[in-house]
DNA sequence: ATTAGGG
DNA sequence: CCCTAAT
């Protein structure tokens, strides 16, 4: 009903500029001063910033292709994870406890930039909830940003607690490898901060997001990869000078550097141990084997071994063998078990070099948050096997062996395709610490990277590494990723140990098509609280265009801000409403202005009011409640 | 593609 | 936010 009723809203009288949202070209609506009225003209504010940064970085590779810059992280570490698990009889995990531990080493990796993680309560709420719900979360190490060109051990990238990614990029040596054609950061999204609109350069389309496996763009946003990359048996042209030479490069030297690497293996922990990484690649996924380690420390330090229930701690037991044999002796009791982090698989970055420190921080944020996005499931390995059967006990599967113990792992099993496979590096740290633990599914969400590294040849196919799900230009509405509910989720989860219907180490490797099916599934849109000025400008909007015509109030208001559609500020304006209407105290979120609340009544009133009764003609009284 | 509403 | 039905 809303069609061909612009010429009855001019007569209401307070719809003046945005009153022929249909018809009027977007430039004219947009333009319309009163639309900017709110402040809105800020909301357009574009990503891309001139002041770039990354140019000036060292170590920097450069196709000629454009101007991305890609940031390779052989491996992300989740440092600061430290669960303790109690495991009973029936095989229920539960996180005990959950430190905030942020470790940082760079020192060990001069050459490679460092980025952190760090809390900011200044965010908004919704981006704050990313990683404060992450289990994982106190903190996390994102190790090692390798370098293409040297075998230079990875810096490490730590995160802390909550959302805000700074980063003290003295260099970012990284790889940094090809550069898109549109000097736009491959991994990008719109601003959090600044809901309104980031125009991105490309794909303004909203429906863009709607990622297609794997079709040619080349502009990969971001590329996850496993540090423990397979050395392919075919060592085809590196040297290639094609547009992704670079890549080969990089994923060569990234060969040759995982054999040297497990004793730097980003593991700022002493006792941490790595053992044999090995990677399968069948067809088109990559597959990676991660370690397990198993810190006996803590288990002297956090009394773990003596305080569980059921245990009689013996302050003479100076290593998890000693732990375990107790265990051993005292059956069906306890067994503890301490994770004390997870590894996030290599990840890939592409930004251009015109890229600002801040779309650089964000692209890492992307990034981080999209391997911890999604739902995590709880792999179990024992002796480099995968534990399916949830129902046997510990006892029954044999973890309550120390020799079992010293072979049992653990993974992060990215449920969507969305996210990578977080391996949990958790190894014994007994003497038969040689144990690997082959990593699990691939995220094989086949998205463009796979395309461009394909189109490029040599890429070895362990090499195609997945992106983040999608490249982020489709991201861009999307693009932050759901990691607080994702990720407590997955928590949630972990605390049931959920295992993954996959066997044998080979047959834990799932292929990619397998896995595409699941890459298919739309992931839900993350949560992006509006803003007061948002919700100011829908209001105001609404308040000119009526209740009835959202594609008008987008276009009017939210034309920037692409991860708002119709349909959104549709919701929006029933919830405010109905926030409206109920007292401020069961309110929540973001407290909405009173006047705002008030407008919004008014207005939505006023415009039901029209609806009833489109043929009335509206009385000048009416308009007053409107002028502003 | 939009709109309206329920979930 | 998502999903669907109806336009």
Redesign the pocket.
């Known amino acids: 009903?809303?069609s061909d009723t612009s010429s009855e809203k001019d007569q209401s009288g307070f719809v003046k500029e945005c009153q022929d949202a249909n018809k009027p070209s977007k430039s004219v609506i947009s333009d319309e001063g009163s639309c900017d009225k709110s402040g809105f003209s800020r909301l357009s504010s574009q990503t891309n910033n001139k002041n770039c940064g990354l140019k000036e970085f060292p170590h920097l590779a450069i196709d000629g292709d454009a101007g991305t810059a890609s940031i390779v992280t052989s491996s992300t570490c989740l440092e600061g994870f430290i669960a303790e698990k109690l495991v009973d009889g029936n095989s229920h995990f539960k996180v005990e406890n959950v430190t905030s531990t942020v470790n940082l080493d760079s020192s060990d990796y001069p050459k490679h930039s460092n980025f952190k993680l760090h809390g900011d309560t200044s965010k908004g709420k919704d981006e704050l909830h990313k990683f404060e719900k992450v289990p994982i979360g106190s903190g996390i190490d994102m190790c090692s940003f390798e370098d293409p060109l040297d075998d230079n051990p990875p810096a490490l990238i730590s995160l802390g607690g909550n959302a805000k990614l700074s980063g003290y990029n003295d260099r970012i040596p990284c790889s940094l490898l090809s550069k898109s054609r549109d000097n736009v950061p491959v991994v990008s999204r719109d601003d959090d901060e600044n809901s309104y609109g980031c125009t991105h350069p490309i794909n303004t389309k909203t429906?863009s997001f709607r990622l297609k496996t794997g079709i040619g763009d080349n502009r990969i946003s971001k590329r996850l990869a496993s540090n423990f990359q397979k050395v392919a048996e075919k060592t085809k042209d590196h040297t290639h000078s094609n547009n992704d030479g670079d890549w080969k490069r990089t994923y060569c030297s990234k060969r040759n550097c995982n054999k040297h690497q497990s004793s730097q293996m980003n593991i700022p922990f002493k006792k941490r141990k790595l053992f044999n990484y090995r990677s399968v690649s069948n067809s088109n996924e990559l597959i990676r084997s991660g370690g397990i380690y198993y810190s006996p420390e803590n288990c002297m330090n956090q009394d773990g071994c003596g305080s569980p229930p059921g245990m009689h701690k013996d302050p003479g037991m100076p290593s998890l063998e000693a732990c375990q044999h107790q265990t051993l002796r005292s059956r069906g009791s306890h067994v503890n078990l301490r994770i004390k982090s997870f590894r996030v698989p290599e990840l890939f970055i592409e930004v251009p070099e015109t890229a600002t420190i801040g779309s650089l921080k964000r692209t890492v944020m992307d990034a981080v948050t999209a391997v911890l996005g999604g739902e995590l499931h709880i792999g179990v390995f024992l002796q480099g096997k995968k534990v399916k059967d949830d129902s046997k006990t510990l006892l029954q599967t044999g973890i309550s062996h120390q020799n079992e113990l010293d072979a049992l792992g653990f993974t992060l099993e990215p449920n969507s395709s969305q996210s990578l496979p977080i391996v949990c590096a958790a190894h014994s740290p007994g003497p038969k610490a040689d144990i690997t633990q082959p990593v699990i599914r691939y995220p094989s969400s086949p998205a463009v990277i796979h395309q461009r590294i394909q189109g490029n040849s040599d890429m070895l196919p362990e090499h195609q590494v997945t992106s983040l799900g999608s490249h982020f230009e489709n991201d861009h509405d999307?693009a932050p990723s759901p990691v607080n509910a994702s990720v407590e989720k997955g928590m949630k989860d972990s605390k049931e140990l959920v295992t993954v219907p996959e066997m044998d180490e080979e047959l834990a490797m799932v292929p990619v098509h397998q896995k595409s099916k699941r890459s298919e599934i739309?992931q839900?849109?993350?949560?992006?609280p509006f803003s007061v000025d948002e919700v100011e400008a829908l209001v105001q909007a609404v308040e000119k265009l009526g209740?009835?015509?959202?594609?008008?109030v987008?276009v009017c208001a939210f034309d920037n801000a692409k991860?708002?559609t119709?349909?959104?500020l549709?919701?929006?304006w029933?919830?405010l409403v109905h926030t409206a209407r109920i007292s401020p105290q069961q309110r929540r979120g973001e407290p909405v202005p009173q006047e705002l609340l008030d407008r919004v009544l008014v207005a939505h009133a006023y415009w039901s009011h029209q609806q009833t009764k489109p043929q009335h003609k509206h009385h000048p009284e009416t308009e007053t409640v409107f002028s502003f």
Do not use: E, F, L, Q
């Open positions: 009903m809303s429906k999307s739309v839900r849109r993350i949560r992006r209740t009835g015509r959202w594609r008008d987008k991860h708002r119709y349909v959104d549709k919701d929006k029933k919830t």
